[in-house]
């Protein structure tokens, strides 16, 4: 019997030690990259308000309030096309500092003073986005949920209506959940 | 013709293993980063498209687990598939420290040590989808083929260990086994499965599943299942003689024809918004191949008739951004129909007829105290308003259970609080009070103290109580055999585990517990003390409060989850068992049990072997005896999308043909032939395809 039992712990402590596991730092990086395509993709499926720019050729800003591990790969966007704007990011420490800006990553660390925050932006056409848990319930506009390993998204519907923008119906159609 | 299949049989082994190890070592030695998959630009991708892109969250596994205030296994979806898992029983022998006995009528389910003969499945509760499925006579879960589930629409089995009744009430007692089905979008279609096993075994099934617009999401399923059943040779039949004068049954040669299987399921779930309708049916016809209870042996009409269905509709919605609101009702039916096939000792048909129906409702509110509180509280009635049962021979007419009629009612009310005490230390706390119209009431409390000393490892401390109802079958039944006994208590136990955990890097974990528990008042079957002196006993059984119980256990267990899809997992379980009657080791308890579960891919996201060992140690039986230790293999090839949108697996269980049984559950006689020990399946093989439109 005891026999078997360590002839059962040498093959899995023989398995062990042949694995290279990959660093943890890696794979989450995959995962930010690829939550940061999505918000880039969710500018396409947004229609923002005519008065949100103040001409055609006006950039469309990505903000990031506070700190998120998303961050550099949001900070990749940067450069890039989207609805015919170039896309521009920029970084806010406080509330105060956000003026202009179109699409708003709210960093993890925000986490605790979100009532407050969702209440500052009430009515200002800014899609909230937030990768924490319940954001899109706690009147957010879309937040991250992580479904058996992939990347989902929650709306809340209710809430982009009141900012004016207009998500498009493929986007959903698309969501986990749209409250 | 034999010799040529066993010898093709030692070929399809060998090339199997040669498969695993060519597929598998190479794999294990070069690592390939996860982001290789992914393309270097992923903002070129579409957005359905990027749904699909695989991410691991911090790790592989699920961390809410080491967080969570009890020892949890969580069998998935992609574990059954990858070891070909034919029934809930196939999955729960293999998790740490369950077992389960089979007496070719039902799946009985130990744990802990604990699965005495002749108990039903009343000391675990099996949720589905939040819907408790123990049944209103017995208490009992159904988990082989008479489970109102098929297998395939799993999405995930939680294996919660220890004391549950804080929160769920009766039956909690080892453990709670949580099931989550599939959701429509799971399926995004429709799909049929096909499958063919030894001993003419065929199952099929056709699904339809898929999530719609508006929040609105559907899944409906069907599935039939139809098994002759092996040729069993029992060697009690063989040489028995009967001593009892009436006895002329024909002695048969101990071989038996009458393994039969049959079922029909039904299942569907309709999502609208914040609500849930689900509703399942399941129908099975099982024949009695033991000549069990005195019937005829090699009798195919001796069978065991069970219909389980349910309908359930929950609303879940959330009050504010801290509070959620979650309320369900439901309607559930039983009934059981056994026929007893007993001419040649009692030149009769005895039948069993038992009914149950129950309606009740549930409501829970999940919310945040003072920022760190996480607070439950909930409340839960339950109406058994149908309880019938009744036992007699057909012709001539003669009724021995008393054609009796009953119901009864409880309900409970439970909170529980968990908030961090300390830096690193949580607690969990929580308590229930369960009013029984039948027993009165009782109250289980359980206490958690989850510490965390540093990230990726958690020591648990863990105390409850739980009970067990006595079931209408023990409290009320009467027969010519058995009295009622309505002062009968709940059964009561008491659980101390430490538990610790620790997390490896992202991809091994250990974790290793050791337990006390002891029951009181368990509920056992005695004579009744004789009505005059010289008898030696009445014949007539009662159920009592009588016995208690204490046992002592450790687990260990080790998991590893490989990057390139290898996943290994080995556990072992000791546990010491006592009567505090008789100072022995209970029956059916085995020593020590060993699993080892490896899935391997053997061709990258295609093919996959899955490779299972399961050792027990010997168990004693109700005669005294030892139902033998054993060690037996299942092997499984699965593999998709080979073909597009098809899935195929092959599996041989019980690969080296090992000859085992387990305890039955039928005291002996030196009337009747009984059998001390069930024989187990010998080798046996499935093949299965899904297809998906």
């Known amino acids: 019997m005891l026999k078997r039992l360590l002839t059962y712990l040498f093959i899995t402590c023989a398995l062990l030690s042949v694995a290279h596991p990959v660093r943890a730092d890696e794979r989450e990086e995959a995962e930010y990259r690829v939550k940061a395509a999505f918000i880039y993709n969710f500018a396409k499926f947004v229609e923002w308000p005519v008065s949100a720019f103040a001409g055609p050729d006006d950039p469309l800003i ?111 159609k698309l969501a986990n959940r749209v409250y | 013709m034999n010799k040529r299949f066993l010898k093709g049989l030692k070929g399809f082994i060998y090339f199997s293993m040669a498969m695993f190890i060519a597929g598998a070592l190479p794999a294990t030695g070069r690592a390939e980063p996860a982001t290789q998959a992914t393309p270097a630009d992923l903002t070129e991708i579409s957005l359905e498209d990027l749904m699909d892109v695989t991410v691991y969250g911090a790790s592989k596994f699920n961390q809410k687990l080491s967080e969570a205030p009890s020892s949890v296994t969580i069998i998935t979806a992609d574990d059954i598939r990858k070891n070909g898992y034919r029934t809930l029983a196939d999955i729960l022998r293999s998790v740490r420290g369950f077992f389960v006995s089979y007496a070719r009528d039902y799946s009985y389910i130990g744990a802990r040590g604990f699965g005495r003969p002749g108990d039903y499945n009343s000391r675990i509760l099996l949720v589905v989808d939040g819907h408790r499925t123990n049944e209103n006579i017995y208490d009992s879960a159904l988990i082989g083929t008479e489970f109102v589930l098929d297998v395939d629409l799993i999405d995930r089995v939680e294996v919660i260990r220890g004391p549950g009744s804080s929160l769920y009430g009766s039956n909690a007692f080892f453990g709670v086994i949580n099931i989550i089905t599939k959701r429509g979008r799971d399926l995004k279609g429709a799909e049929a499965s096909g499958e063919a096993g030894s001993f003419n075994t065929y199952k099929g099934r056709v699904s339809y599943g898929n999530k719609f617009e508006n929040n609105t999401e559907a899944l409906l399923s069907a599935t039939g299942y139809d098994s002759k059943g092996d040729r069993l040779y029992y060697k009690e039949y063989d040489s028995h003689v009967s001593t009892y004068p009436a006895d002329s049954r024909p002695i048969p040669g101990g071989i038996t024809n009458a393994d039969y299987d049959r079922y029909q399921s039904l299942f569907a779930k309709l999502t609208h918004q914040d609500i849930t309708l689900e509703a399942a049916y399941s129908s099975r016809s099982k024949g009695v191949p033991t000549g069990a209870w005195q019937t005829d042996f090699n009798e195919p009409g001796n069978k065991v008739m069970d219909i389980r269905g349910y309908v359930d509709m929950k609303y879940e919605h959330s009050l504010s951004a801290r509070t959620d609101l979650y309320a369900r009702l439901f309607y559930d039916y039983y009934h059981f129909t056994a026929d007893y096939s007993t001419y040649a000792l009692w030149s009769a048909l005895n039948k069993s007829l038992t009914t149950g129906e129950w309606r009740g409702g549930e409501v829970k509110l999940t919310t945040r105290l003072l920022d760190i509180h996480r607070v439950i509280v909930g409340s839960e009635y339950t109406d058994n308003f149908r309880k019938d049962h009744k036992n007699f021979d057909v012709d001539p007419y003669m009724l021995y259970g008393g054609d009796e009629k009953r119901s009864s009612g409880a309900w409970a009310a439970y909170l529980q609080d968990e908030f961090p005490f300390a830096r690193n230390l949580s607690v969990n706390a929580g308590v229930r009070y369960d009013r029984y119209t039948t027993f009165g009431g009782t109250t289980n409390p359980r206490l958690a103290l989850i510490y965390n000393p540093i990230e990726k490892s958690s020591v648990k401390l863990l105390y409850g109580s739980a009970f067990r109802a006595p079931n209408d079958y023990e409290m009320f039944y009467t027969s010519s055999t058995q009295v009622a006994n309505l002062d009968l208590k709940p059964e009561k136990i008491k659980t101390y585990e430490l538990v610790y955990e620790q997390y490896i890097g992202d991809h091994f974990r250990m974790s290793a517990s050791g337990y006390y528990y002891k029951i009181t008042d368990l509920i056992v079957s005695v004579e009744t003390t004789p009505t005059t002196p010289t008898t030696p006993g009445s014949g007539i059984m009662i159920s009592k409060n009588n016995d208690s119980v204490t046992a002592r256990g450790f687990e260990l267990e080790l998991e590893n989850k490989w990057e390139n899809g290898l996943d290994g997992r080995i556990s072992h379980a000791i546990q010491r068992t006592e009567d505090k009657q008789t100072g022995e080791t209970l029956t059916n308890s085995p020593g020590h049990m060993t699993k080892l579960n490896i899935t391997a891919p053997v061709m990258k996201e295609k093919v996959f072997a899955g490779i299972e060992e399961q050792y027990m140690s010997r168990r004693r039986t109700l005669a005294g005896n030892y139902a033998r230790s054993f060690f037996i293999t299942n092997v499984t090839l699965f593999s998709r999308n080979m073909v597009e949108r098809l899935e195929l697996s092959a599996s041989v269980y019980n690969l080296f043909d090992k000859k085992y049984g387990d305890p039955g559950y039928e005291e002996p006689s030196p009337d009747y032939a009984t059998l001390d020990t069930i024989r187990q399946d010998s080798r046996n093989y499935r093949v299965k395809l899904t297809y998906r439109f």
Do not use: T
């Open chain 1, 62 to 172: 990505f903000g990031v309030l506070g700190d998120d591990p998303l961050i550099p790969a949001f900070d990749a966007l940067r450069g890039k096309k989207a609805q015919g704007r170039a896309v521009v990011v920029r970084h806010f420490s406080s509330l105060d500092e956000v003026k202009v800006c179109h699409i708003l990553l709210v960093g993890r660390s925000e986490q605790d003073r979100l009532e407050e925050l969702i209440a500052a932006f009430r009515g200002a056409p800014i899609l909230l986005v937030g990768d924490m848990e319940r954001f899109a319930r706690q009147g957010g506009m879309i937040g991250f949920v992580l479904d058996r390993n992939k990347v989902s998204f929650d709306i809340n519907a209710e809430a982009c209506k009141k900012a004016r923008l207009i998500v498009n119906s493929q986007l959903l």
